[in-house]
């Protein structure tokens, strides 16, 4: 999405919107929309400053890990931006032994880490009983860890399961809060408002629930961009995860623009001042973006970084989107080189769980 002239930016408007998200934490959908169509470089550098100031007031310097495991890249569904899209014959398929995981465990304890990720596709070869089983094993074994699970739409019974097993945090990205964007996004079988409510779900049974979204999506308006900022203001997930739009060359999106930097920065901004003690990770697509996306993401208000504990024979094939950085790096390099990064601009990578501030 192309900016709007700035010229038709009354700049003291939307300075004070943005000083009541700071001080009152929501607007309404119209504000938001307002904000994100008028707002200049100023605008954003000052929406910058007070969410830097709101999360060095609650979380410090200190920058939270996740050891990011992708355990299997088969899935049954088709999601239009998705390179591990079951269509996609171009993927090179894999799945991790539960052996494999706990090795990545292993090694990722052994560096420092006290939160892992386990990601995957919607693989039906992971059924609730093994999910269970590798989730307790990995409760048994690291009991000071805490467990993130992150493999989309399951039933409430499923997510009971999990949860009751030893999973701490579930990741399930809501995509988009309007529902023809979502339909744009996805095909005919997927549904908007079972996203929902497999987010409610998880709420429901106690989990720290993290949503988010693409910026820069095909289809995407300042309008749905709008109802995304709405929806989390009134859903206060503890972790939300944005990063842009990366097209992938097999899907049918290929062709299209990715996602902007500037804009991404501001989302996460405003994230921050919607709800300052929120988990905001600084992505992976924002480096791939920009050499120095991840470190800019930080200084915009994020305060948590997810390198790849994956085996390095299978990161290549977890291609959710083209020219993914990281896929060759050692778990050792993955951390030696963020926690550099992390302190070339005056933060520090924290060992510890990073649960949610209260």
């Excluded at 998880?202 to 910026?215: A, H, N, P, S, T």
């Excluded at 920065?265 to 991840?294: C, D, E, M, V, W």
């Excluded at 200084?299 to 291609?319: E, F, I």
């Excluded at 030696?336 to 005056?346: A, V």
Aim: glycine share 8%; with cysteine.
């Amino acid at each position: 999405m192309d900016r709007e002239n700035s010229s038709t930016n009354n700049n003291s408007r939307i300075r004070e919107l943005i000083s009541r998200l700071d001080t009152e934490h929501r607007l309404s959908l119209s504000e938001y929309e307002e904000v994100l169509k008028n707002r200049t470089e100023e605008d954003e550098k000052f929406a910058q400053e007070l969410a830097v100031k709101w999360r060095k007031k609650i979380y410090g310097n200190g920058v939270y890990t996740r050891g990011l495991i992708e355990f299997t890249n088969y899935c049954k569904n088709n999601c239009h931006y998705c390179g591990i899209q079951s269509s996609n014959h171009e993927v090179e398929r894999y799945r991790l032994t539960k052996e494999d995981i706990l090795s990545c465990c292993e090694e990722g304890y052994r560096l420092g880490f006290r939160t892992f990720v386990l990601q995957g596709g919607e693989d039906p070869y992971f059924t609730d009983e093994r999910m269970v089983d590798i989730i307790k094993s990995i409760r048994k074994n690291y009991p000071d860890c805490a467990i993130t699970i992150s493999i989309g739409e399951r039933t409430k019974e499923s997510y009971k399961a999990f949860f009751d097993a030893g999973a701490d945090r579930y990741l399930l990205r809501h995509e988009t809060a309007d529902r023809e964007h979502y339909n744009i996004l996805h095909p005919k079988e997927l549904s908007f408002d079972k996203r929902r409510e497999c987010l409610g779900y998880l709420k429901e049974i106690g989990y720290q629930v993290g949503c988010g979204f693409m910026v820069g999506s095909p289809g995407q308006t300042y309008h749905t961009l709008a109802e995304d900022l709405y929806f989390i203001q009134e859903f206060q997930p503890e972790m939300c995860g944005i990063g842009p739009f990366i097209p992938q060359h097999s899907t049918i999106f290929a062709d299209k623009k990715q996602g902007e930097l500037s804009e991404t920065l501001f989302l996460l901004s405003l994230l921050r001042l919607i709800k300052p003690n929120l988990l905001i990770p600084s992505t992976t697509a924002l480096g791939t973006i920009h050499p120095r996306g991840r470190e800019m993401g930080i200084d915009a208000g994020a305060n948590v970084v997810m390198p790849n504990l994956s085996p390095v024979s299978v990161r290549k094939k977890y291609a959710l989107y083209d020219n993914k950085i990281c896929t060759g790096d050692e778990s050792a390099q993955c951390r030696s080189c963020l926690n550099q990064r992390m302190s070339s601009i005056g933060y520090e990578l924290v060992t510890n769980r990073g649960d949610i501030k209260k």
